[in-house]
């Protein structure tokens, strides 16, 4: 079987999983709109009441700490901008699939949103290090990385001791070690699942390549470039801040190409 039938097989099985929210897509396609109105975008939130109630909780927390209360989303879209709303929309949206146990990679219910909403984090201080383009593009970057281990769960699960053993023995990334032993990685099935979910370009690769991006097609231009880069980066921290962290833990090498792009 080649490794495009094993990843289609898996992802037969995705129809299982719950899909990304069309809001989200609708949000993140009308901000890339430059002629976005504030209205437009409240109204598409406005459609999804339990998303609309949770902007508004969110908005109205500490992390905020505003005087007033907001008590509309085109008032929350007016003080906090597009791109917070962007990034607030994503971390909630996000939550609903990535806020369960991924058994398969040692991973207990709110792991994986720990370690991805960590990610995010790095990613989006890095960014602004660098200066890149957009630090909320590089936050939902980092959140949608690991996808893939959500349908690679089944595959994975039971073959742990086995996975990191090839690692030693052929000195190779967890990663690698996937595709060896199954024919497929979490990377490969990730940036399938996000071309199914209709994803930007942008972040296909980024969860294609986060974890080599050396790898990248030589097409790729800079600023995705810099992007795969930057999260490639985020993810090392993380893994060494150990949070969420399952058994591909420190398993995977540091790419020197990110010194080269990001110039640090």
Not at 220 to 248: N, Y
Request: aromatic share 6%; glycine share 4%.
């Amino acid at each position: 079987m080649s490794s495009q039938e094993i990843i289609d097989k898996i992802l037969s099985h995705v129809d299982r999983l719950p899909e990304l929210p069309a809001v989200a897509l609708q949000v993140y396609r009308l901000l890339d709109d430059p002629n976005i109105r504030s209205q437009d975008l409240a109204k598409v939130i406005m459609n999804d009441p339990a998303l609309t109630t949770k902007v508004l909780k969110l908005c109205n927390s500490a992390e905020y700490g505003f005087s007033r209360k907001i008590a509309t989303i085109s008032e929350a879209v007016s003080i906090l901008g597009y791109q917070e709303i962007k990034r607030i929309v994503f971390v909630i949206l996000s939550h609903s699939f990535l806020n369960r146990p991924v058994k398969g990679y040692a991973l207990e219910k709110g792991a994986l949103w720990e370690n991805s909403l960590t990610c995010a984090t790095y990613a989006q201080h890095i960014s602004d290090k660098v200066k890149f383009k957009s630090s909320e593009l590089a936050f939902i970057a980092a959140l949608l990385r690991d996808i893939g281990k959500i349908a690679m769960e089944s595959y994975i699960d039971g073959k742990g001791r086995t996975l990191e053993e090839i690692t030693k023995e052929q000195k190779c990334s967890f990663e690698e070690a996937e595709e060896k032993m199954i024919g497929a990685s979490h990377t490969n099935v990730g940036s399938q699942l996000a071309v199914k979910w209709n994803l930007p370009d942008s972040l296909v690769k980024t969860i294609e390549f986060h974890h080599q991006p050396s790898q990248l097609p030589a097409d790729t231009s800079v600023e995705d470039r810099k992007l795969v880069c930057i999260i490639h980066l985020a993810d090392i921290f993380t893994m060494m801040s150990g949070k969420g962290v399952g058994i591909d833990g420190l398993m995977y090498p540091l790419d020197p190409e990110v010194f080269k792009v990001l110039s640090i």
